[in-house]
Nanobody, 118 residues
Framework: QVQLVESGGGLVQAGGSLRLSCAAA????????MGWFRRAPGKEREFVAS????????DYADSVKGRFTVSRDSADNTVYLQLNSLKPEDTAVYYC???????????WGQGTQVTVSS
């Protein structure tokens, strides 16, 4: 059974930083893309960032470019999302996902809450 488990969310003041982790267990992810998405209250889920597991090619939503950094650690099967210069509008539940053929994603984590206070 594939498991994606996010952690690292929390409450932070505007301008602060957080690092989210996604532990990707029970599979070889070499040909997959790992994505981060978020859903803010009253809004639809939106793409945040992604990284290909084999070559580490990254992609970002315009709203987070220059502030967020996605990376992966093959040694421990973990994907990270570094969130810097956080804004109140970054408040959302952040989800990790794995897709063989993005933008279709096959597996999702349970989400971790990020709250940015002004």
């Amino acid at each position: 059974q594939v498991q994606l488990v996010e952690s690292g969310g929390g409450l932070v003041q505007a301008g602060g930083s957080l690092r989210l982790s996604c532990a990707a267990a029970r599979r070889t992810w070499n040909l997959w893309t790992m994505g981060w998405f978020r859903r803010a209250p009253g809004k639809e889920r939106e793409f945040v960032a992604s990284v290909t597991w084999n070559y580490g090619v990254t992609d970002y939503a315009d709203s987070v470019k220059g502030r967020f950094t996605v990376s992966r650690d093959s040694a421990d099967n973990t994907v990270y999302l570094q969130l810097n210069s956080l804004k109140p509008e970054d408040t959302a539940v952040y989800y990790c996902a794995a897709g063989r053929f993005p933008p279709m994603y096959d597996y999702w984590g349970q989400g971790t809450q990020v709250t940015v206070s002004s």
